[in-house]
């Protein structure tokens, strides 16, 4: 009940600042994760802001939220002193309500992602961490069987190789986006559980510390993906993935193992594609064996070296910058890092850094550097003039997700041109035309 208030008066109060446009608050949902676009398209649902622009409950104060969730939290056996302990003191953050609601206009293209997640300095920085962690990273290896490359990577950009954590506290963050941001039920959940993680003594309120968004300690967990995978590698007896590059290795191969990694799997590697390519097939809903796609003209590049057993593993093709940019095989393994962070330009950062540090070559193929990106603003034009002439993109919420990508493939087949699903400005610029 109190939650169910807290998403009126939520929805409210951004419908006020956004001028009552349903259209703004569809497009808050610019996080890569799945479950984000859910809780807002949940939001979203046009019949609320109707309901909403009547309806003004008695918004709670933070003390009177935080009177109704302590019993909400010992109901959820959390014992009132800790409880107590980890909120004293606490009150709202008004940094983290701002972080919640900024909605960039612009996104960075994959190749400039790119350019920054696999820097020179990082890879350096990996190499030595290679090198500074190889015992445990050998024990890891034979436990988890996730391989050690992957894992320094995932260290890398979580968290800087654990020079970057977070510097602020998980329970006032979580507990003021449970009080009014845009996903209280999620933020709500999350809290219970950090109060669980303060119960178990894997650490203490001071040093409870993550990213605004309640992301942990140098692998970046949330408290959910904490209680459910977080180990104690060093064997001290306590979950320390803030202290504890062991800990923190230990509990991301533990995640990665359990999000069904295949070990002596590659991620995926490099190919060519004929100049006729179908690039319907590039659509990670499609899955073959290696043998099938060699059929259809996918050429494997010469320093792929993939095992023989991925002949038979059933892969995806994917094209990250549509049909003028590289094309890439990407496994099992690939998805099981998107499990971890569910965007495909992490993933790929992920799997080309692994790859530079075992010393494989760079990608053979550019980026189309000169494709100009489209904005949030122009993203959601795009799919509204898609829909207009009928190709049917789904929602106009300024993301492109596979019914925006299937609509793009209908309108470029009209125009004969090679049907990527891939949104460019040029395309937009002929949907203006029409
Ligand atoms: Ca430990």
């Known amino acids: 009940m109190l939650n169910k208030l807290m998403r009126y008066r939520a929805s409210g109060r951004r419908l006020t600042v956004a001028g009552a446009s349903l259209m703004l608050l569809a497009a808050c949902a610019n996080s890569s994760t799945e479950a984000s676009n859910t809780a807002a398209s949940s939001i979203a649902t046009p019949a609320i802001p109707e309901i909403v622009a009547s309806y003004?409950?008695?918004?709670p104060s933070f003390a009177e939220w935080r009177r109704a969730f302590r019993d909400e939290a010992l109901a959820a056996g959390i014992r009132p002193s800790v409880f107590d302990d980890a909120f004293k003191g606490i009150e709202p953050d008004p940094s983290i309500v701002q972080a919640d609601q900024s909605q960039p206009e612009f996104t960075r293209p994959v190749w400039q992602y790119l350019d920054g997640a696999v820097s020179p300095q990082r890879l350096a920085q990996g190499r030595r961490a290679l090198s500074q962690y190889a015992d445990i990273?050998?024990?890891i290896e034979q436990r988890y069987g996730?391989?050690?490359?992957?894992?320094?990577?995932i260290w890398g950009?979580?968290?800087?190789?654990g020079n970057n954590i977070g510097d602020k506290s998980v329970i006032r963050s979580l507990a003021t986006l449970a009080h009014e941001g845009r996903r209280p039920s999620?933020?709500?959940?999350?809290?219970?559980?950090?109060?669980?993680?303060l119960q178990q003594g894997d650490v203490s309120p001071q040093r409870l510390l993550g990213s605004w968004a309640g992301a942990m300690g140098q692998t970046q967990f949330i408290p959910s993906t904490f209680n459910s995978y977080a180990v104690d590698f060093d064997g001290d007896g306590r979950r320390d993935i803030w202290e504890s590059p062991a800990d923190a290795l230990g509990s991301a191969a533990n995640y990665l193992s359990a999000s069904n990694w295949q070990q002596g799997t590659r991620w995926g590697t490099e190919v060519s594609l004929p100049r006729d390519f179908d690039f319907a097939l590039a659509d990670m809903a499609i899955r073959k064996p290696v043998a099938e796609w060699a059929t259809l003209g996918v050429r494997l590049n010469a320093e792929s070296g993939l095992p023989s057993r991925l002949a038979e593993q059933p892969v995806s093709l994917l094209l990250p910058a549509g049909y003028r940019g590289p094309a890439f095989l990407v496994t099992g393994n690939?998805?099981?890092i998107l499990r971890y962070n569910n965007s495909t330009s992490y993933a790929l950062a992920i799997g080309?850094?692994?790859?530079?540090?075992?010393?494989?070559?760079?990608i053979q193929a550019s980026w189309p550097r000169d494709d100009r990106p489209l904005s949030r603003t122009e993203r959601i034009e795009l799919q509204e003039r898609l829909d207009a002439s009928g190709f049917d993109p789904g929602?106009?919420?300024g993301i492109i997700g596979a019914n925006t990508r299937k609509a793009i493939r209908r309108f470029q087949d009209t125009l004969g041109v090679p049907a990527d699903g891939y949104p460019t400005y040029a395309l937009l610029e002929q949907l203006r035309e029409r």
Not at 355 to 361: E, F, H, I, M, Y
Request: net charge negative.
């Open 56 to 59: 003004t409950p008695e918004q």
């Open 137 to 139: 990273l050998d024990a």
């Open 146 to 153: 996730v391989n050690r490359h992957i894992l320094v990577a």
């Open 157 to 161: 950009l979580e968290s800087n190789f």
């Open 186 to 197: 999620f933020a709500h959940t999350q809290l219970i559980e950090a109060l669980k993680i």
């Open 334 to 336: 690939f998805r099981s």
């Open 352 to 362: 080309l850094m692994s790859d530079r540090l075992q010393d494989k070559s760079d």
């Open 395 to 397: 929602a106009a919420d």
